[in-house]
């Protein structure tokens, strides 16, 4: 099996995820114009092989907001506007039809893969009023930037009492894999993901350094007295797992409780993970993926002491939003996963029996790289288009 999913790799390689070698200077080149897309042991599962996408035209989409160059991340607000993050730091509120430019947006380090990333309200919003964002920043050290998490309240068309509650170090110039995702569990922790920011061989399997990781805080950025790395020496003590590459979705699945994640692979092998406690998901150690050139990463595909995914993409579709469907709305995708592909340009819909993957739909094909997706309070699928805004999902049937 270790041969044909090699091969598999090199096969399926021109039409995989779309980044560029680690390390390499041509992938300094690309990420900076963005012309690519983002891109405790438990018990062992067996991975099931690959599943061909079908297609389906049972769905369109209407524009809602309209005019947006690279809408990362969005959410709403209890009267049902929304705030949606621009790449390049423009924090937009749409409210009634009218789009505002909300002032006091943090400084982004807008490069490559970087700049203004996620953004999600505190599940007790209502009475604290807190938002939540990850963007890459500038401070601390260095030079570059690195991907820092924030929190603020919006005071009409303002930010106020803006607190950076982690920042991931050290900067670096490199202009890929900063994550990041936002979650917060059924106990109130928040989540976040940080890539390992083209440092493969460095970070993600060293829990003394940052990056590659899933960071778990308390909701005002303290570190939970329960993380698994808490009073071990030298380590990160808000790293929650590690082993990570790129991971560009991240969900409270509401009916077990855990958080989910994917994440990009090189060429081939976007995976979809289970965020266990101290768990390590092995990157680079192992993967089901080759380097950009067609060379081997790696022989491994498993081993023992390493988190297995639940399911990979061969070929890679570059991955970046997600979410569980739980409308009344759209009954036929209920219980089931939505994700946006950037490098095929289409809404993926992953059907669930269990944590099993039974199957894969393409739906909205070649309507624009996909980078968010997420269900709204009325019950509707939306999701953030590159070059046009956000758009609401439609049932042609």
Not at 142 to 167: F, H, Q, S, V, W
Not at 215 to 229: E, V
Not at 314 to 343: D, Q, R
Request: a negative charge.
């Amino acid at each position: 099996m270790k041969r044909i999913l090699l091969v598999s790799g090199l096969v399926f390689g021109l039409i995989s995820c779309g980044e560029n070698d680690n390390n390499s200077e041509k992938a300094q080149i690309e990420d900076s114009t963005e012309q690519i897309p983002e891109e405790g042991q438990q018990e062992a599962v067996e991975v099931p092989d690959p599943i061909d996408a079908e297609s389906s035209d049972n769905y369109s989409y209407e524009m809602v907001v309209e005019g947006l160059k690279i809408p990362w991340g969005f959410t709403f607000l209890p009267d049902g506007s929304m705030l949606i993050t621009e790449k390049n730091g423009d924090i937009i509120h749409y409210k009634e039809g009218e789009k505002t430019e909300i002032q006091g947006a943090p400084e982004v380090y807008d490069r490559g893969q970087g700049g203004l990333l996620d953004v999600v309200t505190h599940p007790n919003y209502e009475s604290n009023g807190w938002i939540y964002f990850t963007y890459a920043s500038k401070e601390g050290d260095g030079n570059g930037g690195n991907t820092a998490l924030m929190r603020a309240k919006l005071e009409g068309n303002r930010l106020t009492n803006k607190e950076i509650l982690y920042k991931a170090s050290p900067n670096t110039t490199k202009g890929q894999h900063f994550g990041s995702r936002i979650a917060f569990d059924k106990e109130g922790y928040l989540y976040f993901s940080a890539g390992e920011r083209g440092e493969r061989d460095k970070n993600p399997q060293d829990i003394t350094r940052d990056n590659g990781k899933v960071y778990r805080l308390n909701d005002d950025g303290s570190i939970p007295s329960t993380n698994p790395f808490v009073g071990k020496e030298n380590a990160v003590e808000a790293i929650y797992s590690y082993g990570h590459r790129n991971p560009q979705g991240m969900i409270l699945n509401p009916e077990t409780g855990e958080i989910w994640v994917h994440e990009h692979g090189p060429k081939g092998g976007d995976e979809i993970n289970i965020v266990k406690k101290g768990a390590n998901y092995g990157w680079p150690v192992v993967t089901y993926g080759v380097n950009y050139s067609g060379t081997s990463i790696t022989e491994e595909r498993a081993r023992p002491g390493m988190e297995d995914p639940i399911f990979y993409w061969l070929p890679s579709i570059a991955p970046s939003g997600f979410a569980y469907v739980t409308s009344e709305k759209f009954p036929e995708l209920k219980g089931n996963l939505l994700v946006g592909s950037l490098k095929f340009q289409y809404l993926e819909l992953l059907e669930l029996d269990g944590k099993k993957i039974t199957k894969r739909t393409k739906l909205l094909e070649d309507s624009g790289r996909m980078r968010d997706v997420k269900q709204g309070p009325d019950g509707n699928i939306y999701v953030a288009i590159e070059g046009k805004g956000i758009a609401k999902l439609t049932n042609n049937q």
